[in-house]
């Protein structure tokens, strides 16, 4: 089945130690979008790349950088975690031709 | 400032009944409409989108898009206990990236058995 993978799914991480997390798709889409999600909130978008254009969003913090080595990686680097990164980190992609966007399943990041 | 307002609920509904879920966005010249549903700890999940005004219907499903009240909502029949999650609309802007969505922060359905 044609999905989007996130790995890990669960990540703990200390007070400033560098930490990646990763998205993968068998969708083929052009479109991937990184989210920050925390609870009872809408998700955030953090960047979004049309094939290897990148778009930052203007409120996204230095702190979280992004890789897309090819159509199906894409990598969230953040360099120094603080306790306010600690959230759910969603992963999606859409296809040009529309904007519907498919989540994977999530990193529920947890920072100590 | 680009908003999409949803009431966090939750919104209570016996089983069998008819849910109406609501949202408003602030921009009238918006091009595109998400209904995702969110099931607590796990990812959104995509459920329909609506670009023209009026309704559309798919399943036990009703979008239904007025731009210019500038709101959309999303009609749930013979709601099931299985229907308990938060949904969350989501907008592209007019002057955004045609791929770039704006989330609101969701409202929560409890069906009641």
């Known amino acids: 089945d044609a999905m989007v993978i996130q790995n890990p799914r669960y990540q703990v991480t200390q007070f400033g130690k560098p930490v990646t997390l990763s998205c993968s798709q068998t969708l083929n889409h052009n479109v991937m979008y990184w989210y920050q999600q925390k609870s009872s909130q809408a998700p955030k978008l953090l960047f979004h790349?049309?094939?290897?254009?990148?778009?930052n969003e203007a409120d996204t913090p230095d702190n979280f950088q992004s890789r897309r080595p090819n159509t199906s990686f894409c990598f969230l680097d953040i360099r120094s975690p603080g306790l306010g990164d600690a959230a759910m980190y969603l992963c999606a992609t859409g296809p040009p031709t529309s904007n519907e966007q498919f989540f994977g399943p999530g990193t529920r990041l947890t920072v100590l | 400032q680009k908003e999409v307002e949803q009431n966090s609920g939750p919104l209570s509904v016996p089983e069998g009944a008819i849910a109406s879920l609501n949202c408003t966005y602030s921009d009238r010249g918006s091009q595109s409409f998400f209904w995702y549903r969110q099931y607590s700890g796990k990812s959104p999940e995509l459920i329909m989108f609506i670009y023209s005004n009026g309704d559309k219907e798919d399943g036990r499903f009703t979008a239904q898009l007025n731009k210019a009240s500038q709101y959309v909502s999303l009609l749930i029949r013979d709601s099931q206990p299985s229907d308990s999650a938060t949904y969350l609309c989501a907008v592209n802007f007019l002057g955004d990236s045609s791929y770039k969505l704006i989330f609101g922060s969701g409202t929560r359905l409890l069906v009641r058995p």
């Open positions: 790349y049309y094939d290897k254009d990148f778009n």
